[in-house]
């Protein structure tokens, strides 16, 4: 060996007496005498130094005994090798990728996972595999929280059996592999929290009944299952429903939802707080987007987040209203009146529009000027707005038009000897743009500008226009309405 060594070794594989190894350290350790080579041994039982010399660290081996996640995913496995080699080689590993390989039963992944007694997380997915066809499994998964069983061919009577050998299953991931959901899980799936049955197309609303029951279910993955429809028969107008108990996010995107109805249904769920509804034909198209996602929110009274987007205060009171006022002639027609005792409501109405009613209950409370409005029905806030009134009817505009000229009067309660204007301003137009042209007016900085509105029908109930992103039409803001500008 040469009397001197480069740092180029470092990294290099090497061969001694047939063993194999890896470079990790080139150099001096003193006292010794003469250029050392410090390697990594293929074999762990193999060699009988740390890379330590009187207490100096000169290089550390792979502790393979600390590994925790191991991802050999499309590596050719095909087997669990050596009995107890995973065990011995790698005991602490928590979550395993291994999908894309060639697996080929669950009993072979079953003498993988079996040897890492703190496995927590499986991924076998695209493995075409043969699982068990009778009631016998060869192991149990007693730690495991995470399978993924994607692109596997298993069926939903498969899907139930290797359920029994993960007693602590938290998340199931069964996307693409035509299931159709033949039976309810009684003694299995108890505790599964996510599950995500994306991409099978067999799959129709009443097999949805039979996992409506998991009492632990929180979020449910339906996407592009081709489901139209949802009924929850259990529950009438206005009530909610015993189905999905848990069930607090539900994703069906890419599906062929056409109706309102659906989401009428949907806030019948007693603890649904989050939805994800994106390609569907009722609201895919870039035009309609947001009249649906203001009617989608109106729906569903609960809702806190829609398309991954938070539902803020201010946005549910402008799509509640704008609900409100654009089906107010049809409330009236079917013998809606703001007179409870004169209020005769039709089935169809109702069963068309089952908040409707709610968002007319009228209990209003003032504080410091401005109306503020609350409302609790089974533990869910709801906003009410009182009855439509006959001027609201009349001046009915269809929801977000939003190329809409609104005249607006101009005043400005602190500056009496200012001259009240009158401006057209589109309803789209955003409460920075409306600061940016009245900074211009009447030079004055926009960062002091302070914007508020009040309706003529309701004289000294003021309405703040605290975000400047937003646009007039978000506020309800209409024809005739009264900004007022304070600095």
Same mark, same amino acid.
């Given at each position: 060996?040469?009397?001197?060594?480069?740092?180029?070794?470092?990294?290099?594989?090497?061969?001694?007496?047939?063993?194999?190894?890896?470079?990790?350290?080139?150099?001096?350790?003193?006292?010794?005498?003469?250029?050392?080579?410090?390697?990594?041994?293929?074999?762990?039982?193999?060699?009988?130094?740390?890379?330590?010399? /009187?207490?100096?660290?000169?290089?550390?081996?792979?502790?393979?005994?600390?590994?925790?996640?191991?991802?050999?995913?499309?590596?050719?496995?095909?087997?669990?090798?050596?009995?107890?080699?995973?065990?011995?080689?790698?005991?602490?590993?928590?979550?395993?990728?291994?999908?894309?390989?060639?697996?080929?039963?669950?009993? /072979?992944?079953?003498?993988?996972?079996?040897?890492? @007694?703190?496995?927590?997380?499986?991924?076998?997915?695209?493995?075409?595999?043969?699982?068990?066809?009778?009631?016998?499994?060869?192991?149990?998964?007693?730690?495991?929280?995470?399978?993924?069983?994607?692109?596997?061919?298993?069926?939903?009577?498969?899907?139930?059996?290797?359920?029994?050998?993960?007693?602590?299953?938290?998340?199931?991931?069964?996307?693409?592999?035509?299931?159709?959901?033949?039976?309810?899980?009684?003694?299995?799936?108890?505790?599964?929290? &996510?599950?995500?049955?994306?991409?099978? #197309?067999?799959?129709?609303?009443?097999?949805?009944?039979?996992?409506?029951?998991?009492?632990?279910?929180?979020?449910?993955?339906?996407?592009?299952?081709?489901?139209?429809?949802?009924?929850?028969?259990?529950?009438?107008?206005?009530?909610?429903?015993?189905?999905?108990?848990?069930?607090?996010?539900?994703?069906?995107?890419?599906?062929?939802?056409?109706?309102?109805?659906?989401?009428?249904?949907?806030?019948?769920?007693?603890?649904? @707080?989050?939805?994800?509804?994106?390609?569907?034909?009722?609201?895919?198209?870039?035009?309609?987007?947001?009249?649906?996602?203001?009617?989608?929110?109106?729906?569903?009274?609960?809702?806190?987040?829609?398309?991954?987007?938070?539902?803020?205060?201010?946005?549910?009171?402008?799509?509640?209203?704008?609900?409100?006022?654009?089906?107010?002639?049809?409330?009236?027609?079917?013998?809606?009146?703001?007179?409870?005792?004169?209020?005769?409501?039709?089935?169809?109405?109702?069963?068309?529009?089952?908040?409707?009613?709610?968002?007319?209950?009228?209990?209003?409370?003032?504080?410091?000027?401005? #109306?503020?409005?609350?409302?609790?029905?089974?533990?869910?806030?709801?906003?009410?707005?009182?009855?439509?009134?006959?001027?609201?009817?009349?001046?009915?505009?269809?929801?977000?038009?939003?190329? #809409?000229?609104?005249?607006?009067?101009?005043?400005?309660?602190?500056?009496?000897?200012?001259?009240?204007?009158?401006?057209?301003?589109?309803?789209?137009?955003?409460?920075?743009?409306?600061?940016?042209?009245?900074?211009? &007016?009447?030079?004055?900085?926009?960062?002091?500008?302070?914007?508020?509105?009040?309706?003529?029908?309701?004289?000294?109930? /003021?309405?703040?226009?605290?975000?400047?992103?937003?646009? &007039?039409?978000?506020?309800?803001?209409?024809?005739?309405?009264?900004?007022?500008?304070?600095?």
């Amino acid at each position: 060996m040469s009397d001197t060594l480069t740092a180029d070794v470092i990294g290099q594989r090497v061969e001694v007496n047939g063993e194999h190894a890896t470079v990790r350290f080139a150099g001096v350790v003193p006292p010794v005498a003469g250029p050392w080579l410090g390697v990594e041994w293929d074999n762990p039982e193999r060699g009988k130094h740390d890379g330590s010399h /009187e207490g100096t660290v000169y290089f550390q081996c792979s502790q393979l005994s600390k590994l925790q996640e191991v991802s050999l995913r499309n590596c050719a496995v095909s087997c669990a090798g050596e009995k107890g080699g995973v065990a011995e080689g790698c005991p602490n590993i928590r979550k395993v990728d291994l999908s894309k390989n060639l697996l080929s039963s669950w009993d /072979e992944v079953i003498h993988i996972a079996d040897q890492l @007694r703190h496995l927590e997380v499986l991924n076998v997915s695209e493995n075409k595999l043969k699982f068990p066809s009778g009631s016998v499994l060869t192991g149990t998964l007693s730690a495991l929280k995470v399978l993924v069983l994607n692109q596997t061919g298993i069926t939903w009577a498969e899907v139930l059996r290797c359920a029994m050998g993960c007693p602590g299953l938290e998340e199931l991931y069964l996307e693409s592999n035509n299931i159709f959901i033949s039976e309810r899980p009684t003694d299995v799936l108890q505790t599964v929290k &996510l599950l995500d049955l994306s991409s099978n #197309q067999l799959i129709d609303e009443n097999q949805l009944y039979l996992i409506a029951h998991l009492p632990r279910l929180e979020q449910l993955i339906l996407s592009d299952i081709g489901i139209s429809s949802l009924h929850f028969p259990d529950a009438g107008i206005g009530c909610k429903t015993s189905l999905f108990p848990s069930l607090k996010y539900l994703v069906v995107n890419d599906n062929q939802i056409s109706q309102w109805s659906f989401f009428n249904e949907l806030d019948k769920l007693p603890s649904l @707080r989050a939805l994800s509804c994106l390609r569907n034909p009722l609201t895919k198209e870039d035009k309609e987007a947001e009249t649906a996602r203001l009617l989608i929110i109106a729906s569903i009274g609960q809702l806190k987040t829609l398309n991954k987007c938070e539902i803020l205060p201010e946005e549910r009171r402008r799509a509640e209203l704008d609900y409100r006022k654009a089906f107010g002639n049809e409330w009236k027609q079917a013998g809606g009146h703001k007179d409870p005792d004169k209020n005769r409501l039709s089935e169809e109405f109702l069963t068309a529009h089952p908040r409707y009613q709610f968002l007319c209950l009228s209990t209003c409370v003032y504080t410091g000027g401005l #109306q503020v409005v609350h409302f609790q029905l089974e533990q869910s806030f709801f906003l009410e707005y009182g009855a439509p009134e006959e001027w609201e009817l009349k001046t009915q505009q269809p929801l977000m038009l939003k190329n #809409q000229l609104l005249t607006l009067k101009i005043k400005y309660p602190h500056q009496l000897d200012q001259k009240v204007l009158e401006k057209q301003l589109p309803g789209s137009m955003t409460i920075q743009k409306v600061k940016g042209l009245l900074s211009r &007016l009447l030079k004055v900085p926009v960062s002091d500008l302070l914007l508020s509105y009040e309706s003529p029908q309701k004289p000294g109930v /003021e309405i703040e226009l605290e975000n400047d992103l937003k646009s &007039l039409q978000f506020y309800s803001v209409e024809n005739g309405d009264c900004l007022l500008v304070r600095w």
